[in-house]
């Protein structure tokens, strides 16, 4: 039996993070867990997050995981020192691109879209001490984009001001760089690129996570040719309607929703 | 008029690093808060704590202070990054003496003694990856010894059998040497080097963290020689009777207990 790669979020959000896994590692089962019962996890505190998160990656490792993604910036933020102290597999996780924002603004104002819990962590705190020495960070929390997301409602007018109001100021303020700090939000890009203008960058963090993993398993000998014929799981604690057009769409290959009961 | 260095913590237990500072910089004025209303901060979330630490940061520039220094490991684990980001004097700060621990034990087993919210922080976790590979760290939260520190109660029988409780189970399973990851404990030391025996190394951080500001007092050129006069001030939360008893011991300097109204 080939070993699964497992992943989690606070919901659907970090199926934007296994769609680029799947790009680049295409033989490679997938196990994911979307703790929805306990979404948004932006507006609970990081002692709560951090049990979640133990709860999660154990059950991850009793299915046989070889690999733990963190596909949520805001158990990131609480949790991934914990997990690579308790778990033995590589544990790799979402941060803000605030490195790569920093060296590629010109105005010297980046603005940072992410849940409130993870503007007002240490670990975020930490990060723009390394690496934004010199440059203004404006956080932005975004209430409502998660739900949003969870809804379906990544597009149309309702999805377009939601999203215009959080953008606009930081426009205003003089951003030319927008960092995606929350694994949802690549699923509203489109509004996002809308509401910014073609002069704005906007990056998130996807597809550098993807090299990551594949690195951290090259190294260990783990990745999967194309022999593996991979399997694909998605396990929820909180099933809802949406959530089954929402895999349709982003996931088709899946056969099933199961459910997490912890 | 001379700038003084602001000091905080929940209550008193910050006073072990204030009493190292005094020692090493004698001419130098001192702003001490307890934020003894919200003790112990052991029990608290670390979104609280950071809210505390920003509310006391100001107070302390507010009031000149030249550099700030975090005297309690609970509001460290979970505010030095959002405090070296917002507040622009030097900002020093206390952690768990985890790197020298691993560095003298030979039994490879060493205990951790803190509060609980320091033990459960990502703050924690990331000390741990960085400073213990291949050493098992025993954590034994503490309750109730910050509780007793704040009576006065760190000698006798009480003090004793409090600090046998938490200190025989970590020598039991192998532990030659401690940490004291709370600044209050270092007022408990002679109970727990008694209950520890001579041939185990307990280790604080007070006279570490008082160098540690020293060299960056020095690299700014901002250390008071001895024609200054230093004054010495001491603002609490809460007032309490135990305080004027406690602060009679250690800073017998001191005029008079402010309060500190936020």
């Given at each position: 039996?080939?070993?699964?790669?497992?992943?989690?979020?606070?919901?659907l959000?970090?199926l934007?993070?296994?769609?680029?896994?799947?790009?680049?590692?295409?033989?490679?089962?997938?196990?994911?867990?979307?703790?929805?019962?306990?979404?948004?996890?932006?507006?609970?505190?990081?002692?709560?997050?951090?049990?979640?998160?133990?709860?999660?990656?154990?059950?991850?490792?009793?299915?046989?995981?070889?690999?733990?993604?963190?596909?949520?910036?805001?158990?990131?933020?609480?949790?991934?020192?914990?997990?690579?102290?308790?778990?033995?597999?590589?544990?790799?996780?979402?941060?803000?691109?605030?490195?790569?924002?920093?060296?590629?603004?010109?105005?010297?104002?980046?603005?940072?879209?992410?849940?409130?819990?993870?503007?007002?962590?240490?670990?975020?705190?930490?990060?723009?001490?390394?690496?934004?020495?010199?440059?203004?960070?404006?956080?932005?929390?975004?209430?409502?984009?998660?739900?949003?997301?969870?809804?379906g409602?990544?597009?149309?007018?309702?999805?377009?001001?939601?999203?215009?109001?959080?953008?606009?100021?930081?426009?205003?303020?003089?951003?030319?760089?927008?960092?995606?700090?929350?694994?949802?939000?690549?699923?509203?890009?489109?509004?996002?690129?809308?509401?910014?203008?073609?002069?704005?960058?906007?990056?998130?963090?996807?597809?550098?996570?993807?090299?990551?993993?594949?690195?951290?398993?090259?190294?260990?000998?783990?990745?999967?040719?194309?022999?593996?014929?991979?399997?694909?799981?998605?396990?929820?604690?909180?099933?809802?309607?949406h959530t089954e057009s929402f895999l349709r769409a982003v996931?088709?290959?899946?056969?099933?929703?199961?459910?997490?009961?912890?």
């Open positions: 039996v080939k070993r699964p790669i497992g992943l989690f979020d606070s919901g959000g970090g934007s993070v296994l769609i680029e896994i799947r790009k680049l590692l295409p033989n490679e089962s997938l196990l994911y867990v979307a703790d929805s019962k306990y979404c948004p996890y932006g507006e609970k505190d990081e002692e709560f997050l951090r049990r979640r998160a133990g709860i999660i990656g154990e059950f991850l490792l009793e299915e046989g995981c070889k690999a733990i993604v963190v596909a949520c910036n805001t158990a990131t933020a609480a949790s991934v020192g914990m997990m690579r102290q308790r778990f033995k597999v590589p544990v790799v996780a979402v941060e803000p691109a605030v490195k790569p924002a920093a060296a590629r603004t010109r105005s010297g104002v980046v603005g940072v879209l992410a849940t409130r819990t993870t503007l007002q962590s240490e670990a975020y705190a930490q990060l723009l001490i390394r690496h934004a020495a010199g440059i203004e960070v404006l956080g932005a929390d975004c209430p409502d984009w998660v739900a949003a997301v969870e809804r409602e990544t597009g149309g007018s309702a999805a377009e001001s939601l999203v215009a109001e959080r953008v606009q100021p930081l426009l205003a303020r003089g951003a030319d760089t927008l960092v995606l700090g929350c694994t949802h939000f690549p699923f509203l890009r489109s509004a996002i690129e809308a509401a910014a203008g073609a002069q704005v960058t906007v990056l998130d963090t996807g597809e550098a996570v993807a090299r990551q993993l594949q690195r951290r398993l090259g190294d260990l000998h783990l990745i999967e040719d194309a022999a593996n014929l991979p399997s694909h799981r998605f396990v929820t604690s909180a099933p809802s309607a996931w088709p290959d899946l056969a099933d929703i199961e459910t997490f009961p912890r």
